[in-house]
């Protein structure tokens, strides 16, 4: 199993840094499955839409739901959630030498969402980067079985990881 996580401190920065990498391997030739995350800020700049762009190229799809002004909670669209695993799974499906998961959140937690293609990728040998946040941690390890590695924040230990053979 070759599953690795990364985390950063800032609102939005882990969606920049796998960007980043997804370009970086991208460019290196690598076959990329996944999803990664783009935020764009709303009016009252106390909410953003989010967005995530099927790798490697497409279709974008909003996963966030405008609930009004006064609404307080979850945004995320359950719905556009789940098409993005269906195509992103789909995509699995055709081939990939990693996947990257912009995010393993309470859906992921609570068993829905990108989970079972993170378990699907692992049982096909492909190598994992997921984005993460402390709420979730506990959880994203339990479902690894505690063998998720922690990558530092950057573009270069990320690509190095995935660059690294699977040992046997």
């Known amino acids: 199993m ?4 990364t985390m950063s401190p ?3 920065e882990t969606n920049v840094l796998l960007a980043s990498v997804a370009k970086e391997l991208g460019a290196r030739g690598l076959r990329l499955c996944g ?5 764009t800020e709303c009016a009252d700049k106390s909410k953003c839409d989010m967005d995530v762009h099927i790798l490697p190229n497409g279709p974008v799809i909003r996963i966030s ?7 307080r909670g979850c945004r995320l669209n ?3 959630l789940e098409q993005a695993v269906t195509v992103t799974r789909q ?11 912009n995010k393993f959140g309470k859906h992921e937690a609570d068993g829905r969402g990108f989970r079972d293609v993170i378990g699907d990728a692992i049982d096909l040998n492909v190598p994992v980067i ?6 979730n941690i506990d959880r994203f390890q339990e479902f690894c079985g505690g063998e998720a590695i922690e990558l530092a924040g950057d573009v270069d230990s990320i690509v190095q990881w995935v660059a690294t053979p699977i040992a046997d």
């Open 91 to 101: 995509q699995l499906e055709k081939g990939a030498d990693v996947v990257i998961v």
């Open 78 to 80: 359950p719905d556009a």
């Open 65 to 71: 739901q405008d609930l009004g002004r006064e609404a």
């Open 130 to 135: 997921v984005g993460i946040n402390p709420l």
């Open 10 to 12: 800032g609102r939005g």
């Open 2 to 5: 070759k599953i690795a996580y």
């Open 35 to 39: 999803t990664i995350q783009t935020d």
